[in-house]
């Protein structure tokens, strides 16, 4: 697998067909249809994506397969830890180890640009994710529902792995 930095518009929209196709599929069994619709126009779309970049300093890293995008990472710098916004692979790639890669790449971009720590947010029920990031060394540090409109909420646990 290789790990490139989103660089070009070609890429980010690439990247926003890919989140879609992976949120219809993977959060089915979590979410609403009309949620997950929502969710990605709003968090995963090619102008949410774009706007994060620009506005929000957002960086994405791309996983490739073969010239074939596979998966997907977003992070952002804070004061003294990196928020991992999004990890999300393919279908048939899950279980091969390649979630681990792409979330070392995390931590070696956390280390890099000085962060102590790395953090996220998992939805409450989703117990595979929850399961995975307590093996690597993630552990719960606060419950949130977060209002995100149209009377939708994000109902999560926020987990921390300390560098």
Aim: glycine share 6%; aromatic share 12%; with cysteine.
């Amino acid at each position: 697998m290789e790990i490139r930095q989103c660089e070009n518009q070609e890429q980010l929209k690439q990247l926003a067909d890919l989140a879609d196709v992976i949120w219809h599929e993977y959060f089915v069994s979590l979410l609403s249809k009309e949620q997950i619709d929502y969710m990605v126009e709003k968090f995963q779309s090619y102008d949410a994506i774009d706007r994060a970049i620009k506005e929000e300093g957002y960086t994405y890293f791309l996983a490739y397969e073969e010239q074939t995008l596979i998966g997907y990472m977003g992070v952002k710098l804070e004061e003294k830890r990196l928020f991992l916004s999004k990890l999300y692979l393919r279908k048939d790639k899950r279980g091969q180890g390649l979630a681990s890669i792409l979330l070392q790449k995390a931590v070696d971009y956390a280390i890099v640009n000085g962060k102590q720590s790395i953090y996220l947010t998992c939805n409450k029920y989703n117990q595979h994710s929850l399961d995975v990031h307590h093996r690597k060394g993630f552990y719960d540090i606060d419950a949130v529902v977060s209002d995100i409109g149209h009377g939708f909420v994000m109902d999560d646990y926020i987990l921390q792995k300390d560098l």
